[in-house]
């Protein structure tokens, strides 16, 4: 099947700076794609790559298999685009507002309705000046998607939002799953975990991993049991049996911390034998932890250790 978006030894360079340096991404329809990366890292110079707002020193970029050129290149007729802080007209209403998009890039008028009800918009007068960032960024959305796209690509779209703005943008973008392809660039890994499946983490001018959410959270973050004690004593000594139970493979344990610090006992596998075992231990030395809980690998982990193991000493 022919990808989404195929980018091939991408480089960009801006004076003396480089900023890309032979990005290779390949994003298959149908996904929900995190493009996450450090502040800095070049991800709105890829997406304004791919809108053939920039052109490449080097490389080639393909959206569903045809080449996108420098300046008003064919492709973006397939792609809906939304950036952080989209500007509009502030004394029209979304309705007068759309329809002049439509207007501009050939859209249907007849889709402004349904589309302002998809995002959860009133149809009527009022203008957007009066809107929230929430709001706008609801209309972002139904601009960016006039022109019934194959591909929805959205810049930092959560950056100025609150959290319930955040909230129900995300809920609003997850509802799409299925029906077209969504990159979203972010630098906020939470959203990411949130709605989409797979990830990209850009560094240091490339990709240096892709794949999907699962698969990345097992390769580079492990679980683990966390657990607490009422003292300094009782957490070293649970320290030391859980250490004799690092030696067969469930579960292993950092130094011990001086109390309150929690000891966390990473393992792998599945969690209902490993905790089984660690209870089975504490209880037979007696110790009852004040808390127990399982703690799940994040995106955050798997971010943090990609940077740390790209990153020369
Ligand atoms: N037109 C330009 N001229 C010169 N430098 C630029 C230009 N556009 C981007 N840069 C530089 O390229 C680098 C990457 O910027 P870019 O905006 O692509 O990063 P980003 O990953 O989107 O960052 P952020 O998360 O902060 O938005 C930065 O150092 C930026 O200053």
Redesign the pocket.
């Known amino acids: 099947m022919t990808a989404a978006l195929d980018l091939r030894g991408v480089t960009?360079q801006?004076?003396d700076?480089p900023?890309l340096r032979g990005l290779d991404l390949t994003v298959e329809a149908g996904q929900i794609f995190g493009f996450i990366?450090?502040?800095?890292?070049?991800?709105?110079?890829?997406?304004?790559l791919i809108l053939g707002l920039?052109r490449p020193d080097a490389g080639s970029l393909q959206v569903f298999g045809q080449p996108v050129t420098f300046g008003r290149t064919p492709t973006n007729k397939m792609i809906g685009y939304l950036p952080?802080v989209p500007a509009f007209y502030g004394d029209m209403s979304a309705r007068e507002y759309l329809r002049l998009c439509a207007a501009i890039t050939a859209g249907d008028p007849a889709d402004i309705a349904p589309l302002l009800h998809e995002v959860g918009l009133a149809d009527d007068h009022r203008h957007i000046a009066g809107f929230s960032r929430g709001m706008k960024q609801r209309l972002g959305i139904a601009q960016a998607l006039l022109g019934k796209p194959q591909l929805l690509i959205c810049?930092?779209p959560t950056?100025a939002l609150d959290p319930a703005g955040r909230n129900d943008f995300l809920t609003l973008l997850s509802g799409l799953r299925g029906s077209l392809t969504i990159v979203l660039?972010?630098?906020i890994l939470t959203d990411v975990e949130r709605i989409c499946d797979h990830v990209g983490i850009?560094h240091d001018g490339v990709l240096q991993e892709q794949g999907p959410l699962a698969a990345l959270k097992n390769k580079y973050a492990q679980a683990a049991i966390s657990l607490t004690f009422a003292s300094e004593a009782e957490t070293a000594t649970a320290a030391k049996i859980l250490n004799i139970l690092a030696s067969t493979p469930a579960a292993s344990t950092q130094q011990a911390p001086a109390a309150p610090t929690p000891l966390t006992l990473p393992y792998t596998g599945d969690y209902a034998p490993a905790a089984t075992r660690v209870m089975a231990a504490l209880a037979q030395a007696g110790l009852a932890p004040l808390t127990f809980a399982r703690v799940d690998p994040t995106l955050d982990q798997v971010f943090m250790e990609v940077i740390r193991s790209t990153t020369p000493d």
Do not use: Q, Y
């Open positions: 960009k801006f004076g700076h900023v990366g450090e502040n800095g890292a070049g991800k709105t110079t890829t997406m304004r920039e952080d810049d930092e950056s660039s972010t630098h850009l």
